[in-house]
């Protein structure tokens, strides 16, 4: 199985921060690699594709990068929306698996 | 607009059975993958199962492989988890998904529910 590592578990920021996380596959995975948002109490928001593609109706603040085995998820001005735990997840095999998650905090 | 609703979680014993069922209303699922998705509490995402358009391929975490069954119903729009043996390490928010873009499975999780829990407790 591919083992999906992102760092850091969590951060503190403010807002207009520019924010990055990074995310880790244990061995080369293309660019078959996704990024998701997820808020307490709410379903999980799917926010990049491809690595670097933007999901429909989704903010140009967060954009993807990298391939292989290493990627990032930059917010460019952290936003009072942003604050939110995020998942990578790599699409590239079966069984499916995601990172164990960043948390986005109010500094 | 695209809605996912999840139904049949509950308390449950441990060693007992539960299914669950997914509706999908607003997308004809007959052309997209789907899959189970669990959070346990105070956890991250885990999948659980994913299951191609037509029902040919079905793919399972280690964790729930032999015991648990995903099945779809095209003409209803609905999808399945079938759970048996259940252990207290299943407990969790179950949630369904949309497969999008291309590939057997879908290379991504596009539309969600939201959720069911499901307690595996004695």
């Known amino acids: 199985d591919i083992q999906m590592t992102q760092s850091p578990s969590s951060l503190s920021a403010s807002i207009g921060d520019r924010v990055t996380i990074t995310c880790r596959a244990s061995q080369p995975i293309n660019i078959y690699l996704n990024w998701y948002q997820h808020k307490p109490g709410k379903a999980p928001k799917h926010l990049i594709y491809g690595a670097a593609s933007l999901q429909s109706g989704v903010t140009s603040r967060f954009r993807g990068t990298g391939s292989g085995t290493e990627f990032t998820l930059t917010i460019s001005s952290l936003q009072p929306e942003d604050f939110a735990t995020y998942y990578c997840?790599?699409?590239?095999?079966?069984?499916?698996?995601f990172g164990q998650g960043t948390k986005v905090e109010v500094k | 607009e695209v809605q996912v609703v999840e139904s049949g979680g509950g308390l449950v014993q441990p060693g007992r059975s539960l299914r669950l069922s997914c509706e999908v209303s607003g997308l004809n699922i007959n052309s997209y993958g789907m899959h189970w998705i669990r959070q346990a509490s105070g956890k991250g995402l885990e999948w659980v199962s994913g299951?191609?358009?037509?029902?040919?391929?079905?793919a399972y975490a280690d964790s729930v492989k032999g015991r648990f069954t995903m099945s779809r119903d095209n003409a209803k729009n609905f999808v399945y988890l079938q759970m048996n043996s259940l252990t207290t390490d299943d407990t969790a928010l179950y949630y369904c998904t949309t497969g999008g873009g291309g590939g057997t499975y879908g290379d991504f999780f596009h539309h969600w529910g939201p959720g069911t829990l499901v307690t595996v407790s004695s």
């Open positions: 299951i191609s358009w037509g029902g040919s391929s079905i």
């Open positions: 997840q790599q699409s590239y095999s079966v069984p499916r698996t």
